[in-house]
């Protein structure tokens, strides 16, 4: 990366290269997908790494954004045809620190049936809106015959009208976009995204289903936000172990 | 560990972080869920990590509590915030000698489906209640807006309650409790607990389930509680040579 | 082993091994669960490993029995309770050269629900009965409270009679035994068995499905036949390369 | 190979090699199925592995046919049954560069149950037809007994008419064959047909699917096919750091 890059800057880098090995490993990312963290010295801008499979990227592969989705540098090579879900996020979430986008498994059922929700099931995924993640559906504003993709600030700040004030949006026929307020919790929160989603399915095949509570969302949420380091360095360790790192 | 251990607690110890690796290994914990065996010196105390991700557990990890889920030594590091689980089942369970937390993913549909019960679907989970495992609803003790955990001796002793004379309990939207008279028997029934549930979900799909009745139970349990070191030892050398322990 | 071998035994033996860690690293077999073989010198034996999990056995674990399921050797090591399904299906059977009884997970579910029978769903299950894999139900024969093994020549005999002439006998709340003309053909259904249920459990909740005519499982099986081998090896060196074989 | 190759041709080889095993890293075929290309200096031939496990694929492995299924060396190895997949697919379709033969798990379902189609569920499958893939049924064509295989030119040209324009084709009680403008293409359409075969199962227990229309399908295709690298060289990775690979 040729950004001059503070001490800071350059430990976040770090981190977000982890974060991608980590989601890979983890299975919320395969050779799509992406993992973007706000800048810690410059809040208008973000990290994320040039169009490539997560499993793979390096430091030198992180590349530094402004809100339009525009690289800093000049020659950069090529972008995620997607950054725009990032900018607008961090655009209009001062509160977000971490964006990942992902097409993980059991996540994009929820996006395709209109008649049911994503919802808190368990504590794990208390972080969840008791209401259920909305659904952006992009024929709403990309019209019958987009390519399904958020290829403009438009479309990323339509997004993230949709993603409102809540931790998941879902993108129908897509994927799932997840934000937090560090890159650590965004990583945990877009995990357990996917195995709430497992989760939920097995339990409405057994029969209706005891949701959390809107209270309990906010008290497991609580508690939770204290142990994010501890799925961490085990992920970590994981990744690093993985076939994938030799 | 600090404590002044007598052989046979050494050798506990090193089991218990046999225990822990195989769990992750298995599926049954992940980052979170805990392990915990009675000190073998004390039966008035118990052994449990402190609190961290099992699959990295070393013996200079365990830390040894007193029933009301103090650290015996001083100065010791983060305790689970759910050791009350083991403090009062081992305190109402003489034949307890081992206790097992986890969200175990097959199980947890089952705490949140108030319709049906998990049972025992074949031989390998005949220790499982014919009637089907008892569901502790926490909101009956912490009301409607708890963080679900199980974080004082009150709701640990409610939850010891709930369990009652059986093998397992339920917990909603949270996971599950697995007990035994020995800590190889516990790690058994807590892997066997998770197949039972996938094997009983996958059942149930298909028609009406035939489950075991009361006495296939006992029969079953008994010549079963003889095969506990053939998994153990299996068990053992896959966690040993995976990924995670090189 | 301490048999006075012919060098066809050695080598039986010898694959024998093989297929007990083919058949844990396919996922037929966990701890429990066994492989025998008829002996190649005496068809009124056969060879079968001591009681322990097939993953970790080797040759000189291997043990010849009697049709009565006696051991030959004397002082010999703890046998599986449940070699009478050997003996007796090599009593009855003389076409049969292996068979295998394992607790594979997809087979189960349709051994405890009695509306649905397992059927050849695909060209690689062919050798299925399209009447559906029979259901031993042991409580026809050992009474509501066995322990539902196969623990008596008597048992077995009723076991070997619910096979019948076919490949495959369910046994409820258990398990299943599969049979073959060879002990790669017996792998190959096993591992195929296992794969066929998980696939027509799949598609039963897709909707009505079009099983294999009687006329297809013949003409599956006979081409499939000729195949064995090209399975049977690259099993092999998946279990070599596994890391149970480090 | 015997083939006098040029290089191109050699380097075709190559990543034939490659693709097989990436097929068999990902799932896609396990001891059967089968990929080919066109020969990239005769139109009229394709390249194609001798009858083998694809895992075990090398160079030397590789065969040249025409389109009757002959191989064009003499003395060459056994020859897939399913050749004639292939060559009557080339022969037929001028477009197509690259076939991919397999049972892949989650599409065998949709073979099986005449209510339901394969449809386009995520943009990662674009490709697949808004209408619903086509279901060869063999019997039209082999009669009620057949061995369900494609072992001959006739039933090769069948099933060519039966995939008709489309990029997949499902096979009744077998499998399926999916085709594209390159190998890479090729193999990334067999690994998202299985895919997206998974996510509509799941979608559909759950309740009305809302698929991508004609124009999204359109749409997506379009700017997925410049992505194709991506997900090639991250799983050739994959498949080359996997224990079969050691």
Redesign the interface.
Known sequence: MSVAASEIATSTIRELVDANHILFDQGVV???GHVSVRHPDRPDRFLLAR???P??VTEKDVLEFDFDGNPVQKDTPTAY?ERFIHGEIYRKRRDVMSVVHS?S??V?????????KLRP????C?FLSEKGAPVFEIRDFAG??????I?SGKLGAALADSLGEGPAVLM????STVVGGSLRQTVFRAVYTE?GA??Q?????????????E??T???T???ST?YD??W???L??AR????S?
Chains 1, 2, 3, 4 share one sequence.
């Open positions: 395969d050779g799509f169009s490539m499979a499993a793979l045809l097409h498994p059991s994009v059922p929820f996006s395709v049936v209109s008649g049911v099931v368990c504590h794990m208390g019958p015959g987009s390519d399904l993709l290829t129908r026929g897509h994927g195995i497992r989760l399915m097995d339990a409405m095949r057994l029969g209706p289903v005891t949701f959390l509570t209270e309990e906010v008290g497991t609580k508690t939770i142990q501890r799925s360095f085990l992920w360790k994981a172990n993985s076939a994938m030799r």
